[in-house]
């Protein structure tokens, strides 16, 4: 990797060249670091065949949040099969280092983002190669419930200069599987290229139709070598995505498709990357080119190995000639490349400072955050509330306050179900003594069973409770199987009649010293009296409560 060196006045810590991870990978150079997590450029010792490595850092290995996210990662990497996606190879631990890591496809080639700024636009015939091979990775990624978000040229790379082999990189796995809107650096740097629904427009169902809509925008690039100006402060952003962007500088037989793709709401765009794939340009007139010919061609590779030089799509660079990976667990501070982007300065918080400042923020009603992984650098959030606004607030005091921008998942409930929110919040300070509750998956149909288990709750009392869209409370406790350490559940579920569009629901463990009578009403309850009755009883008979609570959405 000629010209490519650490800055001078960083310390590499970690891994040394030479060192062998279970007897199968060599480690032959750092090429990135972030808040989670370590990339290096490694090779299979028996082959010599490069690979990539992305490795926990040591003083996350032990740490169970941040271990769930980098499985769900290798998890759905593992399940994605396709050439235009990144290629996972192993996820294991290695048994003298006791870390976690990923070995993974290294990709030898240059972003899209920078082949554009340097070469400028590509012709039709490669847009439309681009198009159908991004569109169909996406699709296999979309037929597994994997959205990507973050559909950007950044996070496309054309190796040897061939469009016709792009990949598709850094998929945020932590967010991807999970309906709900992303704030903070879930798209921060990339705002350019969300769709409206990240931003909590059209009800903030984030769905395979926000990376349509992310697509098109990549493409209008790819088609005139520059962006259509998307960002701006908050509102500008909202604003401009009320309406198609003008495309009147885009090749005419591109213009149909695009003007649907880019449709405000996403009801309104093509219903799948396959139908994108499928589309018929007839023989409508070129009008606007981008180039003299239009035959089929590998994108020139020339100019600098260098980082887009537009800041704003990206707070990290990409190396060419080096692997751009999937982002470090749950999207956190980002990956950092040596090519002149600093490296992040050292923390002014620990990572249990900033976790206690997660915890004890006050951010009003029907809303609640809880911390997921927190390290020095990166912090994943999930939270809990009926808007989005209280979550942009507490997102820019994360990062005025912090120094760094979270990844903050926000699960939007329904107005009934905010007294269970309200209820969270309260006991936050118990969060700690909290038992683990954990679902199979965040999307069923009608007739579904989930599945699921709660453990961690010790010899304390525990309770089941479901708080349905419509704020009705059920205690679904006889549903609990014993186990040796936990207790599992299946749950058939149903929606509610009458009621269109998805449904979200919230399951919520809470373990208490003693049983609270509250807790268990002999019929369904709304959920306002429900959680105060639980609280009242609570603080009568002295007894301590702690809560955990997971989101679900019930389909049309």
């Not at 990797?1 to 891994?15: D, E, H, K, V, Y």
């Not at 765009?269 to 035959?295: E, I, L, Q, T």
């Not at 058939?492 to 919520?508: K, N, S």
């Amino acid at each position: 990797m000629t010209g490519i060196s650490p800055p001078a006045n960083f310390s590499w810590q970690r891994l040394s060249k030479g060192t062998r991870l279970n007897g199968i990978y060599e480690i032959d150079e750092p090429i990135g670091v972030g808040g989670m997590g370590e990339i290096y450029k490694g090779h299979v010792i028996e082959t010599g065949d490069p690979v990539a490595i992305k490795m926990m850092l040591p003083e996350l290995a032990e740490n169970e949040a941040a271990l769930t996210l980098f499985r769900k990662e290798a998890s759905a990497l593992h399940h994605l099969h396709h050439d235009a996606i990144i290629r996972y190879y192993v996820f294991t631990v290695e048994p003298v280092l006791r870390r976690p890591y990923l070995a993974m496809e290294f990709v030898n080639g240059r972003s899209l983002s920078d082949i554009l700024h340097d070469d400028g636009p590509l012709p039709f015939e490669a847009v439309r190669s681009l198009m159908q091979r991004l569109a169909s990775g996406l699709q296999a990624a979309h037929d597994r419930q994997i959205i990507h978000r973050d559909v950007s040229p950044s996070n496309i790379i054309i190796p040897s200069g061939d469009v016709a082999g792009a990949k598709i990189i850094d998929f945020g796995i932590a967010r991807s599987t999970q309906h709900g809107t992303v704030i903070g650096s879930g798209f921060a740097g990339t705002a350019n290229y969300v769709s409206p629904e990240q931003l909590g427009m059209f009800g903030g169902d984030v769905g395979a139709r926000s990376d349509i809509y992310s697509l098109a925008l990549v493409l209008v690039c790819a088609l005139t070598g520059r962006p259509i100006d998307m960002g701006g402060s908050q509102v500008e952003i909202i604003e401009k995505r009320r309406k198609v962007p003008d495309l009147g500088a885009i090749d005419m037989r591109f213009r149909p498709l695009l003007e649907k793709m880019l449709q405000p709401d996403p009801s309104q765009r093509p219903d799948s990357m396959a139908a994108v794939v499928a589309w018929s340009f007839g023989s409508a007139p070129s009008g606007h080119r981008n180039s003299a010919h239009d035959g089929s061609r590998k994108v020139p590779v020339r100019g600098s190995m260098r980082s887009s030089a537009n800041p704003g799509t990206r707070r990290w660079g990409r190396t060419a000639a080096a692997l751009l990976l999937t982002a470090l667990i749950g999207g956190g501070a980002g990956l950092y490349y040596f090519h002149g982007t600093p490296i992040p300065s050292a923390p002014k918080l620990s990572a249990a400072d900033i976790r206690r400042y997660v915890e004890q923020y006050d951010g009003g009603s029907c809303f609640f955050v809880a911390p997921t992984a927190i390290s020095d650098h990166a912090a994943v959030i999930e939270g809990f509330g009926s808007s989005t606004n209280p979550f942009t607030a507490f997102d820019a005091e994360f990062q005025r306050k912090i120094g760094f921008e979270a990844d903050i998942g926000v699960r939007q409930v329904t107005e009934p179900q905010c007294p269970a929110i309200a209820f969270l919040a309260r006991l936050r300070d118990q969060s700690a003594q909290a038992p683990h509750l954990d679902i199979d998956r965040e999307g069923l149909r009608n007739g579904d069973v989930l599945n699921g288990t709660v453990d961690r709750y010790g010899t304390r009392n525990v309770d089941l409770i479901l708080v349905s869209d419509a704020g009705t409370v059920q205690n679904i406790s006889n549903l609990l199987k014993p186990g040796t350490d936990a207790k599992t559940f299946n749950i058939g579920m149903r929606r509610t009649e009458g009621v269109a569009g998805r449904q979200p629901q919230l399951l919520v463990a809470v373990a208490s010293a003693s049983p609270i009578e509250a807790l268990r009403p002999a019929r369904p309850a709304k959920a306002e009296q429900f959680f105060s009755r639980a609280l009242d009883d609570a603080a009568r008979s002295g007894t301590s409560l702690s809560a955990m609570a997971r989101y679900f959405m019930l389909e049309n």
